[in-house]
């Protein structure tokens, strides 16, 4: 702003007040102006364009304490006189909204006229709420849906529909019956498991390898989710997934550091840390099903054991990773332990030898 002055300031300079000595009212304020406290301004009543009042010390009133707009060279505030309120009608093309504010916002100005709730913005506002309350309520009959959500007041519409089966499962919703669709919902938890077949071609010289490798059981969600989500969501990615575009039905596969490095070596260099002249690696989701958990068909597991393939389970992966952890854990504990163990010992130590060598002289 450029060291603007407000209209308050220069009323109060003007009066010989400064910013030692000044009415009980203002304070002098960030923004290196006089600023109306925030008891004075409680008392004041507002006007908007169309003769709208407000009461300062409504929550639509105390909503001017919020901060300054500063547009088109123009200050908006309350000690110019003129504050912003978005308008109660949501008129996007009111004559009153200045030009080029994108927002839907009309000055208001301060008013002698006593405060009449009958033509009053609050009285508005409520009548919004009441109106977006029985909006809400006829499109959910009182249940609670991530799904709809607060529309912009635009057009009379307080609330919009957008289905997103990713937000059930993210809310993790327990309606007995899909707000949206009007269908009744399967609540027994389950997971979409998938497998992770790895295929490398190597070649060094004349010696061509292939080796396969499945990782059975890896899990899209990291907890359960409702049957009806894992269905509605399954049939969405597969409707979705087109060869063209290499969009998969499983989008973010859980691929390891070591895969994505592997990827790269393989579509850009053809070789790989210079240990072969040649290199080739695929990772391939497969074998996608919806289930409440994991099981092995182990014959299958032998079935692809005799064709060379090595199949890895990844409950096993993570058993083994949380162990590891906790091996971890409790090493070190124990050197924690020893520890402190030489530091009592090496503390008994230096305190014998000071009275050994105390008694010596």
């Known amino acids: 702003m450029n060291g603007e002055l407000n209209d308050l300031t220069r009323r109060l300079y003007a009066q010989g007040y400064t910013r030692e000595h000044h009415p009980d009212t203002v304070c002098w304020g960030d923004w290196q102006n006089f600023s109306y406290k925030w008891e004075t301004m409680l008392g004041f009543t507002w006007e908007t364009p169309c003769g709208l009042l407000i009461q300062g010390s409504s929550d639509v009133g105390r909503g001017f304490n919020i901060g300054n707009c500063w547009f088109q060279n ?20 009111c004559q009153h909204i200045p030009q080029g504010l994108k927002l839907i916002m009309c000055p208001c100005h301060r008013t002698d006229r006593p405060y009449d709730y009958e033509h009053s913005v609050e009285k508005i506002e409520t009548e919004n709420a009441r109106e977006a309350h029985k909006q809400y309520m006829e499109l959910t009959g009182g249940a609670y ?18 289905y997103d089966v990713a937000q059930c499962i993210q809310v993790q919703c327990k309606n007995p019956v899909c707000v949206i669709r009007k269908q ?21 010289g004349f010696l061509e ?60 260099h053809r070789h790989y840390d210079d240990l072969y002249d040649y290199f080739e690696f ?43 952890k906790r091996a971890a854990k409790v090493h070190r504990r124990e050197l924690k332990v020893r520890r402190a163990q030489r530091a009592a010992l090496l503390s008994q130590t230096e305190e014998q030898i000071s009275i050994f060598g105390g008694d010596s002289e």
Not at 192 to 203: M, Q
Not at 235 to 249: D, F, G, W
């Open 282 to 324: 695929h990772y391939e989701v497969e074998n996608i099903r919806i289930a409440r958990s994991e099981q092995r068909d182990l014959l299958q597991d032998l079935r692809d054991a005799a064709e060379g393939i090595e199949v890895v389970h990844n409950i096993d992966q993570l058993k083994a990773k949380a162990e590891k």
């Open 184 to 204: 009744p919902r399967d609540l027994k938890k389950v997971n979409i498991f998938y497998d992770v077949r790895r295929t490398w071609i190597t070649r060094r």
């Open 209 to 268: 390898e292939k080796k396969v490798e499945v990782t059975k059981g890896m899990k899209v969600f990291d907890r359960p989710v409702a049957r009806t989500d894992a269905e509605i969501w399954l049939k969405i990615k597969e409707h979705e997934a087109s060869p063209l575009n290499n969009y998969t039905v499983i989008e973010h596969p859980r691929k390891t550091m070591e895969d994505r490095r592997q990827e790269y070596f393989s579509k850009m």
């Open 74 to 93: 123009v200050w908006y505030c309350a000690e110019n006189d003129n504050p912003l309120l978005h308008c109660p009608y949501y008129r996007k093309n």
């Open 145 to 162: 849906c991530a799904c709809v959500v607060g529309s912009n007041g635009y057009e009379g519409g307080w609330y919009e529909v957008k």
